[in-house]
């Protein structure tokens, strides 16, 4: 059983092999809710995530007991790069089995860090299957949560957030697996256990909120998730006993709320969180999780890699939720000059035009009509009203997309 000592020891082994993340304050999330809001950016680990700490250990303490030939993992992003850096650290090879559907990007992350990556299985419990048999061949298996050094190495973020502040008053940590909640209610609750330690997943794969309504560790179906990062479909069998024993509470969260959170991070504090490492944020967002004024919570930012699509994708759809990008269309005649007057309009009311596109050849306008679909940046849902408003007073028949109307 992994107790503080044992996490203690582990700190003092990983001081100078992985990066001591800061613990920052944020003043804007402060007000938007009321309390004081801490983040504890393990986006900036080495390898983008807190994975390489418990591997890191694992490695370091297996080979003190023995002569390895290497390692071997199965992981479908983080914790791949974390074992194929643990392994390039000690000049040993890393094999990574990972799935079909892994990411190209984290493929070749995995690949940068040193890693032989192997692609096999249709899931990850697959993938693991293959890296056993592999194992078996005189190689480490590093399991990617369920391991009791894989625990105590993540458990070193609780002794770094308790020596950075005191007495916090609750700490959110993205579930998965679990291991990272378990070192962490480890290293919390043996100082401070007034400290209430909540663990968040997203509802898409809700493995440990339903082992613990119904009272033992079950296996869910899982739904596509922006958590990509924590949609594992039963919580380890070791970390359940202690999560069981050292959460005070678990949530969950929707997806929109997740995406919402990655780009509040993003645009408000500029920290790329991955979807796992935004879910602590956005159980926030929807007040699962009651705040009082002046309360200290940190929030666990587990992990940064997210391929710049997805990231682009978000951004659009939160600019147009947010009314900060809105999409309208107008039908003008179809004589010189009635393009240049409608955007005259749209510069005089300052919205700043994204996208354009003029199309006369539509079959429900008279031959002397056209279509134009206008993208515009704007300021919220008070600026897009205006928008809609002067130029409706100006006589345009202008029509707003649904999702960018004011609600």
Known sequence: ??????????????????????????????????????????????????????????????????????VVAASAGNHAQGVALAARQARMNAIVVMPEWASISKQEATRAYGG??????????????????????????????????IITGQGTIGLE???????????????????????IGIAVK?????????????IACPSARESFRLQRRVMVDAA?????G????????????????????????????????????????????????????????????PIKQGDKVVLVISGGNMDSSLIGRIISQQLIQNARVMRMTAVLEDVPGTLAALLSQVAALKANVLHIRHDRNV????????????????????????????LRRAGYDVRADPVSSPK
């Open 1 to 70: 059983m992994t107790t503080l000592r044992h996490i203690q020891e582990a700190a003092e082994i990983l001081k100078d092999r992985v990066l001591r993340t800061p613990l920052v304050h944020s003043p804007y999330l402060s007000r938007h809710f009321g309390a004081r809001i801490y983040l504890k950016l393990e986006n900036l680990q080495n390898t983008g995530s807190f994975k390489v700490r418990g591997a890191v250990f694992k490695l370091f303490s297996e080979s003190q007991k023995r002569r390895l030939q290497g």
């Open 190 to 202: 043996a100082q401070s256990p007034r400290t209430r330690v909540i663990g968040v997943q997203s």
């Open 161 to 183: 957030i308790l020596e950075d502040l005191q007495n916090p008053d609750k700490i959110l940590v993205p579930v998965g697996g679990g291991g990272l909640a378990a070192g």
């Open 230 to 289: 924590i949609a594992v479909r039963q919580t380890g069998k070791r970390n359940y006993r202690i999560l069981a024993s050292h959460l005070d509470d678990l949530v969950t969260v929707k997806e929109s709320s997740i995406a919402a959170a990655i780009f509040m991070l993003l645009e408000k504090k500029k920290i790329l969180a991955e979807g796992a490492g935004a879910v602590p944020l956005a159980a926030l967002l929807e007040k699962s999780i």
């Open 224 to 228: 596509p998730s922006l958590a990509d």
């Open 363 to 390: 079959g429900d306008l008279p031959i002397n009509m056209s279509r134009v679909a206008v993208e515009l940046e704007t300021r919220g849902e008070d600026h897009v009203k205006n928008i809609l408003h002067h």
């Open 116 to 149: 032989k990556v192997v692609i096999s299985g249709k899931t990850v419990d697959e993938s693991l299957k293959e890296a056993r048999k592999l194992a078996g061949e005189g190689r480490l298996f590093i399991h990617p949560f369920d391991d009791p050094l």
